[in-house]
Structures are given as C-alpha cells and as structure tokens.
C-alpha cells in the first residue's frame, strides 16, 4: 500500500526521525514497531492491508513511527539509569513532538487538535500503552498486542524514580499497592490488549494478563481478549488482531 514518507528533526533525540503516513483522513492512530523495529516494518508485515477498507474510507489513518530500541530498552551495554533516559526521551518524542504533528497532518484546519489512538506489537504495545496512560489528554486509547510491561527485564529494578516511570506494572502497583494517582486524568481509559497462547508468547502472556488484572484492581477499564494456542508471537497473527479491533473502534 502506497504511503508518504516524512523525515524530520527532532529537537529531544537531536537527531531525524523517520515516520510514514497511511490514508488521508478519520481517526489519528500512532503505530509503534516490535522491539528493535523501524517504521517500515508495520508496511513490509502487511499492517497497512489489514486495515485497508477504513484507509482507503478515510475512517483511520495511520502513522507508522520510528524506534531508538538500540539506544534505550535494547542497549545492555549501558547503565539501566542511561537506557531510561533514552526511553524517556523516546517518550517524550512520541508525545510532545510526534503527536502534534501527526494532529496537524491529520485535521489542518481544526481549532482543537484531534485525540490520537496507539498501537504497537510486543515493545511497542508498551510504547503504546504508556502514551496512553501517561499523556490521556493526547491519546484517547490504545491497543496493546502481545506487549511486554514488565520493564524490569530492559531496565533493571524501579528503585530508580525514572525506571519507575518507564514500566507501568511498577507504576500502578508501586510498593504492592495500586498508585492510581499517576493516572488521575485517566479514569475513561480505553485500552485493549491482546495475546495468543502460542509460540513465543510466554512472555508476552503473563505481562499482558498481569496488566488487566492490575488495571482492574486500580479501577481502570481494560479490555482483554486471550487468544488460542495457535496463535504465535509474529505480524500473521497481529495483522488478524489488528484487522479485527481497528474495525470494532473506527468501523
């Protein structure tokens, strides 16, 4: 599927960042890749196709963003404090200067900008969840597939006050007690998360489950959906999950 292609700097990571755009009107939807992905990967996987029909209506657009996953959750030679930072950044791209761009290529002339949704595939359903939780007045939801949550396995232990803000299992139940506080402007949360039960998804799995079960005990509205044991950890089965909520929500 043809889409447009956008390289431009940004101020945080001081560096280019490359993103691409797919369709031309409806609802603003961030994508983010699997770990250690690029933005083509949701185009070579067939991401784009598994939506077509609401791209080609102009009931969703998508925007397919970059990741630094060698620089941040993936850089082990680093010192987990410097992966934080560097995921921090990340985040901050994506929410103060990704998302308003997205805004104005989506709706030139709106007065107010448009709420955008985020998705992502393992690392980037975490991606996608934590601009959801983090920044609810910018994204009105997000879909989580076959996410990992537990940061600790990137980041080391959330002693760290910003590990602890960059691993939202430790944020909401910091100490073993449901910090709802971090998420005062979130009480309307829309998130939707899935997982197979098939190859690779172990992992995957048991974070997924373990975040439904802690947004519920916070009070946050989650929807979950555990898929069967044929569903395995790769872009077949994300491009299906993926068709099926996108058409649910913009449909």
């Given at each position: 599927?043809?889409?447009?292609y956008?390289?431009?700097?940004?101020a945080v990571?001081?560096?280019a960042?490359?993103f691409k755009?797919?369709?031309h009107?409806?609802?603003p939807?961030l994508a983010?890749p699997?770990?250690?992905g690029?933005?083509?990967?949701?185009?070579?996987?067939?991401?784009p196709?598994?939506?077509?029909r609401l791209?080609h209506?102009g009931?969703m657009?998508?925007?397919?963003?970059?990741s630094?996953?060698?620089e941040?959750?993936?850089a082990?030679?680093?010192?987990?404090?410097?992966r934080a930072?560097m995921?921090?950044?990340?985040?901050v791209y994506?929410?103060?200067?990704?998302?308003?761009?997205?805004?104005?290529l989506n709706?030139?002339?709106a007065k107010k900008?448009?709420?955008?949704?985020?998705?992502?595939?393992d690392t980037?359903?975490?991606q996608?969840?934590q601009?959801r939780?983090r920044?609810p007045g910018v994204?009105a939801g997000?879909?989580g597939?076959?996410?990992?949550y537990?940061?600790?396995r990137f980041l080391?232990?959330?002693?760290d006050?910003?590990?602890?803000r960059?691993?939202?299992l430790a944020?909401?139940r910091?100490?073993?007690?449901?910090?709802?506080?971090l998420?005062?402007?979130?009480?309307?949360n829309t998130?939707?998360?899935?997982?197979g039960?098939g190859g690779?998804?172990g992992?995957?799995?048991?974070d997924?489950q373990a975040l439904?079960?802690?947004?519920k005990e916070?009070?946050l509205p989650?929807?979950?959906?555990?898929?069967?044991?044929?569903?395995?950890h790769d872009?077949y089965?994300?491009?299906?999950?993926f068709g099926?909520?996108a058409?649910?929500?913009?449909?």
């Amino acid at each position: 599927m043809e889409g447009t292609y956008y390289k431009e700097w940004s101020a945080v990571l001081d560096r280019a960042m490359e993103f691409k755009v797919y369709g031309h009107g409806g609802v603003p939807v961030l994508a983010l890749p699997a770990r250690g992905g690029r933005f083509y990967d949701w185009e070579n996987n067939g991401m784009p196709e598994a939506v077509a029909r609401l791209l080609h209506e102009g009931k969703m657009q998508l925007f397919c963003a970059d990741s630094i996953d060698a620089e941040s959750l993936l850089a082990g030679h680093e010192t987990p404090r410097r992966r934080a930072e560097m995921q921090e950044k990340y985040f901050v791209y994506l929410t103060a200067e990704l998302a308003p761009r997205i805004a104005a290529l989506n709706a030139p002339e709106a007065k107010k900008p448009p709420l955008i949704w985020c998705a992502g595939v393992d690392t980037g359903a975490y991606q996608a969840v934590q601009c959801r939780l983090r920044r609810p007045g910018v994204f009105a939801g997000a879909v989580g597939l076959s996410g990992l949550y537990d940061m600790s396995r990137f980041l080391g232990g959330c002693e760290d006050d910003l590990v602890l803000r960059s691993s939202p299992l430790a944020a909401l139940r910091k100490n073993g007690i449901c910090n709802k506080n971090l998420l005062a402007k979130a009480e309307d949360n829309t998130l939707l998360l899935c997982v197979g039960q098939g190859g690779y998804e172990g992992d995957a799995l048991a974070d997924t489950q373990a975040l439904a079960d802690t947004l519920k005990e916070t009070g946050l509205p989650c929807h979950l959906e555990v898929w069967g044991g044929d569903v395995s950890h790769d872009w077949y089965w994300w491009g299906k999950e993926f068709g099926m909520f996108a058409e649910r929500l913009f449909g």
